[in-house]
């Protein structure tokens, strides 16, 4: 089955105070590296959403081979972001990435893609976290979404069969705040 790759990086930064798409990160931005990730996983389509700080991230992140969407409504929470992507996805499925955790693998990726049900997560050793993988029926859920955490709520919804898929290792981290980017940054 066609897969898309759902990056979402729309995101103000507000708790960062700085655009975290651009912090720099193994000798470019963090995006770039999660970027390069997605590209890794082979995905059919790959999309990406920018809002805050869209056109910085545009001059300075290599966003060859993505496809950009720009959510305007990016202030309202990361469900517009994956609404936007689920709009825009054109395959039976769509994996959800986050633009600022460049530490989920290409393998992670693909032990979701090999479950048969119609929404799998990853279980880390310290619990559930991203990437997240959504097939066809599970789409028009995704284009009701609305606010921050909206696709955790569909998660634990019962709405549809879950699989989750264990990976080792913690739950990669993802950079909201200065102390996440220095963790980032000490185990990179």
């Known amino acids: 089955m066609s897969t898309t790759g759902l990056v979402l990086a729309a995101g103000g930064s507000l708790r960062l105070g700085e655009a975290k798409q651009l912090l720099p990160y193994r000798g470019r931005t963090l995006l770039d590296a999660t970027l390069d990730l997605a590209r890794a996983c082979g995905f059919d389509e790959l999309l990406v959403t920018l809002g805050g700080s869209a056109a910085e991230v545009r001059e300075r ?5 993505c496809t950009v969407i720009d959510n305007a409504a990016f202030s309202s929470g990361c469900g517009s972001s994956i609404r936007s992507g689920a709009a825009a996805a054109t395959t039976g499925a769509l994996v959800l990435l986050l633009g600022d955790q460049p530490g989920v693998r290409p393998s992670s990726v693909a032990a ?15 619990g559930l976290g991203h990437p997240f993988l959504f097939r066809r029926p599970v ?10 955490k909206a696709v955790w709520k569909l998660l634990h919804s019962g709405r549809h069969p879950v699989a989750e898929i264990r990976v080792d290792g913690p739950i990669p981290i993802d950079v909201d705040t200065a102390d996440d980017y220095r963790r980032l940054l000490e185990h990179q």
Do not use: E, I
């Open 139 to 148: 789409f028009a859920d995704l284009l009701a979404l609305h606010g921050d």
């Open 112 to 126: 979701l893609l090999a479950a048969p049900a119609p929404l799998a997560v990853c279980r880390y050793d310290d």
């Open 61 to 65: 992140v290599d966003l060859t081979g």
